[in-house]
């Protein structure tokens, strides 16, 4: 593939296939970025630190080297990857008709139905891993709002593009729990925040969920046309656009210093595609201003001339594929395909290794980082390939 130029459809739809044929090489059972405490000895010697916790965490996720087969983490079913593959898939056959792809969908998608995480009114799902983060401690397979988000827009799409009201019931479902699971962080009339994971502890507000949840509602309400969802919706996407900075960016949490994080670049998309979806599905142009304030920082500030993905807005490197990812993604959805091309064409050439079918992790000053992570890196690639072939012909 000449990577200086832009690429095909078909010349994507061949990077695709070969990367949806690595997570079928593993049964879609891959490692994941914050999956350490999936080795049972690291584990068991966290214990219930939070200290060994993130220390164990953190180690194993920020080493250059792919130790994870080493040090026995075991591979999982990721349910945010399942979801964004059988997007992916959907897309493909929604371009081509293949009804291998939607077959293949469907399969992911059964087993997300069939695997639930349980312990809350409506359908929701989690990691398959403990995780301890900087604000919260999520036991295996605890359910949260942003893995949550991602399995209900799959199950939208598989509704619309397969026209099974099955999907759409359990989408229903899925916003039981967004809606009604603990806890609301901040609410009034107009504006309402919610947590990352429904715990009555919480106080940690991190800015994209609540777009996430907000951006899947909207949509379900315009789909069933239901006017309380949408009023829901609203409120949830309004307490984000009211958090956004004077030059059109977001910081990661709330308030900005509960966490490092500053401008990031995949957060900053989820927010932006979040805020575009409500608009499209509510018909209210109420966000257009702050999304046209948000899209041109995260154009100019959140990547390179070459199409590289900053990491954040003040700190480059690491580049990192779900950056580059999320950047085809946004750009393509909201019909910026030169945009779209440029990281497209970067990522090709700095990212893919043709040899073994598997995106680059990271790519850092002088060195790649070559981990094999099927969510992060394999997932994200394939919905940006089918979202950029799907943009491409409209």
Not at 246 to 270: K, L, M, Q, V
Not at 273 to 296: C, L, M
Not at 312 to 323: E, L, V, W
Request: glycine share 8%; net charge neutral; proline share 5%.
């Amino acid at each position: 593939m000449k990577t200086l130029t832009t690429p095909t459809p078909t010349e994507c739809l061949d990077v695709l296939e070969r990367v949806l044929q690595t997570a079928r090489d593993i049964s879609y059972r891959g490692y994941s970025k914050h999956d350490a405490l999936n080795a049972p000895w690291l584990e068991a010697l966290a214990g219930d630190s939070r200290l060994r916790r993130l220390i164990a965490i953190q180690t194993v996720m920020r080493s250059p080297l792919h130790v994870r087969p080493l040090i026995g983490v075991r591979r999982a079913v990721n349910p945010k990857g399942h979801s964004l593959f059988a997007r992916a898939l959907l897309a493909r056959f929604r371009v081509t008709g293949a009804e291998r792809d939607a077959d293949e969908a469907r399969m992911l998608l059964g087993e997300l139905l069939d695997h639930p995480s349980g312990g809350f009114p409506g359908l929701s799902w989690g990691y398959p891993y403990p995780w301890q983060d900087g604000g919260f401690f999520a036991p295996r397979n605890f359910p949260n709002r942003v893995v949550t988000s991602f399995v209900g827009q799959a199950l939208l799409d598989a509704y619309e593009t397969l026209h099974d009201a099955h999907y759409l019931e359990a989408a229903r479902n899925v916003a039981t729990f967004l809606l009604d699971a603990p806890k609301t962080l901040f609410t009034d009339d107009a504006h309402r925040c919610v947590s990352y994971v429904p715990r009555d502890d919480i106080t940690w507000i991190v800015m994209d969920v609540s777009a996430l949840a907000g951006a899947f509602t909207a949509k379900l309400a315009s789909l069933v046309g239901d006017a309380s969802l949408m009023h829901e919706a609203g409120r949830l996407v309004r307490y984000v656009v009211s958090k956004q900075t004077d030059e059109g960016a977001w910081f990661y949490a709330e308030p900005p210093s509960a966490s490092r994080i500053t401008h990031d670049n995949y957060h900053t998309g989820f927010i932006l595609d979040a805020i575009a979806q409500y608009g499209d599905s509510s018909g209210s142009n109420e966000f257009d201003g702050a999304y046209a304030k948000g899209i041109r920082f995260y154009e100019e500030r959140l990547f390179e001339p070459d199409g590289a993905p900053r990491f954040m807005s003040d700190q480059q490197y690491p580049y990192d594929i779900h950056g580059a990812a999320q950047g085809i993604i946004t750009f393509s959805l909201h019909r910026r395909m030169p945009m779209a091309a440029k990281v497209l064409r970067w990522t090709l050439a700095n990212m893919w290794d043709p040899r073994s079918g598997w995106f680059y992790y990271q790519k850092r000053r002088g060195m790649r980082t070559k981990i094999r992570e099927l969510r992060w890196c394999q997932a994200w690639m394939s919905l940006a390939l089918a979202t950029y072939v799907e943009a491409s012909g409209r």
